[in-house]
């Protein structure tokens, strides 16, 4: 779900974002000199967090989270999209388009192919996904030290640390990155994607009055 958010995120932003690029290609985000730093973290606190942070994200459990739950999310998630008809999102569909098919059924209509291309197109892009987020791990490892430790003093981390050394503390430590996408969480949250999709002309309604006072995006120019 989170990738699936992502995706719909861009989907909305990037015009907008690519119009203000492109017309102010050297403008700075207004007050984005004035970002205050992060206070320097207690050294004693971050000597403390570094072995939690050993325990619950090891080196690899990026790849691990890609690999047996995200995908696993996203076929569940497109697996209800494709059952969505458009008479779901738009109640004139039907009688616009002479037949209510499913999402699945038009697209399979025009490529015969289409679920197997997504599966691989899926795999693909999440095996370099993956990839990706492995690079990242380490300077991801340090944040989340630095995280901890100043969320939790030098006495909490040592008793999380204590806790993760036990077999049940190490049990939690290994799966608490991943709980949260399991396959009870899945059913329960299946029915998100049909349901976001059936709403977005709803939200796009509330998105256009909350932003009708503003300008709109510059247009491109032809060189």
Do not use: C
């Amino acid at each position: 779900m989170i990738a699936l958010g992502y995706a719909l995120s861009v989907a909305v932003i990037a015009p907008q974002a690519q119009a203000a690029t492109q017309t102010a290609p050297t403008a700075k985000a207004e007050g984005a000199d004035a970002t205050p730093a992060a206070a320097p973290v207690d050294p004693a606190r971050l000597a403390a967090a570094r072995p939690v942070v050993d325990q619950i994200w090891p080196l690899g459990t990026y790849a691990r989270i890609m690999h047996a739950t995200m995908n696993t999310i996203i076929k569940s998630s497109l697996a209800s999209m494709y059952d969505i008809k458009p008479s779901d999102i738009d109640p004139d569909a039907e009688k616009k388009a002479g037949d209510d098919k499913s999402i699945g059924e038009l697209a399979t209509d025009k490529d015969p192919a289409f679920k197997k291309r997504m599966d691989i197109t899926m795999k693909v892009m999440f095996d370099e996904m993956a990839k990706l987020m492995t690079e990242i791990e380490p300077q991801v490892r340090v944040a989340l030290a630095h995280a901890y430790a100043r969320k939790f003093s030098v006495a909490q981390l040592d008793d999380l640390h204590r806790f993760f050394a036990t077999p049940t503390g190490a049990v939690y430590a290994h799966d608490s990155m991943t709980m949260m996408m399991g396959p009870d969480m899945m059913q329960a949250m299946k029915s998100f994607t049909p349901r976001l999709i059936k709403q977005m002309p709803e939200i796009m309604k509330k998105v256009e009055a909350a932003t009708k006072d503003l300008p709109p995006p510059a247009k491109e120019t032809k060189q």
